[in-house]
Nanobody, 126 residues
């Protein structure tokens, strides 16, 4: 089965940090841009960040700029999302998925993205 497996979520206090991992299962992510997305209860899914195939281009939602950093290790078939200075409004299920190309096209909604995993829950609360 072709999908991503996300991990690294958990409960953290405001101001804390987490690093999420996204491992490709059944395929190689070498040729694809990869996006991180999140969905909170009662809200629509939103694109959080995206990284191009080469890693040379990254994109971030305004709400996470300066706090989150996306990176990739193609040798490990893995994409990471380092999340610092977490806020309660960051609470959501986080998912990763593959762009249909080597660029982050349409990452804000993820409508064209593939290989969605089960996600990992991030809860920011004191």
């Amino acid at each position: 089965q072709l999908q991503f497996v996300e991990s690294g979520g958990g409960l953290v206090q405001p101001g804390g940090s987490l690093r999420l991992s996204c491992v490709a299962s059944g395929f190689t992510l070498d040729y694809l841009a990869i996006g991180w997305f999140r969905q909170a209860p009662g809200k629509e899914r939103e694109g959080v960040s995206c990284i191009s195939r080469s890693g040379g281009s990254t994109n971030y939602a305004d709400s996470v700029k300066g706090r989150f950093t996306i990176s990739r290790d193609n040798a490990k078939n893995t994409v990471y999302l380092q999340m610092n200075s977490l806020k309660p409004e960051d609470t959501a299920f986080y998912y990763c998925a593959a762009s249909p190309s080597m660029y982050c096209l349409g990452y804000r909604t993820g409508a064209l993205y593939n290989y969605w995993g089960q996600g990992t829950q991030v809860t920011v609360s004191s």
